[in-house]
């Protein structure tokens, strides 16, 4: 396994907007797959210890996923995620918000586009984040840095068992 992969997070306050760019050591197909399958997202998504548990997904324009976080003592944190472009195998995108149980939107929300390429062997996977709020992307920036940053990891490790 490739041990210098590339991983770079940038926070753009004035545009609302962050960043992310982070190589794998595992094709294309699996990457893809780990990011549009509930069955994969669900075993690397939420950072240690917490859990992710899809409880629906239905990956295509005008699809959704509505999933939980769920803490070590039972506390579910439920986010919607609806699919608004899908080009198989190089990019989608989704409107993000959390909500409630009942699939009731928080809003505001955000705007995600993750884009992915392949190049001899290592795939990397570029996000674009833009927060319709500047408050909401303030409020949680320090913990989704943390968490998303454990997640990834969460990804290579698991990349690594299924190649």
Known sequence: MK????????????NKTIYIKREFDAPLDLVWDAFTKPELLDQWV?????TSRTKHMNFEVGGKRFYAMVSPDGQESWALQRYTFISPKTNFKLHNTFADKDE????????????????????????????????RMERLLEGFKLGFTASLENLENLLATLK
């Not at 041990?3 to 004035?14: A, G, R, W, Y």
């Open 46 to 50: 939420a950072p240690v210890p917490y």
């Open 3 to 14: 041990s210098n992969l590339f991983f770079d997070f940038i926070v753009d306050k004035e």
């Open 104 to 135: 009731n939107p928080e809003l505001p929300g955000s705007e995600w586009d993750y884009n992915f390429r392949e190049q001899n062997g290592i795939t990397e996977v570029s996000i674009t984040i833009y927060n319709e709020s500047f408050d």
